[in-house]
């Protein structure tokens, strides 16, 4: 609902086998206070749950949490999966991520990426960033 006075709504899930969810539960109070509503999913999702998740609720963003080195499988699979379901839904993968890995993440379709020393205000101004990019 990206350009209406509703706030952005983000989807967000620790995609695999990865079972650290401490930084995605402080990312979904941070997007919260930045007043932006937040479906957390949890653990061990798959893209199939995701993208279900992300129509159904309309999604205006995803936010992939990863921590265990998937993400260079995980996240373009997730792109993919998307398109395939015809969604323009801008993911976002913040976590674990050598930097050598950002661009090839980027160039995969990921619309950011961010590390585990991002601000709160960096996290919420990728997200509206992310999104008004989609639009």
Do not use: C, F, W
Not at 51 to 57: K, N, R
Not at 78 to 104: C, H, N, S
């Amino acid at each position: 609902m990206a350009g209406t006075d509703l706030p952005l709504r983000v989807v967000l899930a620790k995609l695999g086998l990865d079972g650290h969810d401490r930084g995605i539960k402080v990312v979904a109070r941070i997007l919260r206070d930045a007043g932006m509503e937040v479906i957390y999913l949890g653990l061990r999702q798959t893209t199939d749950s995701i993208v279900a998740a992300a129509e159904q609720e309309d999604a205006d963003a995803i936010g992939l949490s990863m921590h265990n080195a998937g993400h260079m499988t995980l996240g373009p699979n997730m792109v993919k999966a998307l398109r395939d379901a015809e969604l323009e839904i801008p993911v976002i993968i913040g976590g674990i991520v050598p930097d050598d890995d950002v661009q090839p993440l980027l160039d995969a379709g990921i619309a950011a990426v961010l590390g585990p020393g991002a601000s709160a205000e960096e996290v919420a101004q990728t997200v509206r960033d992310a999104v008004s990019a989609a639009v």
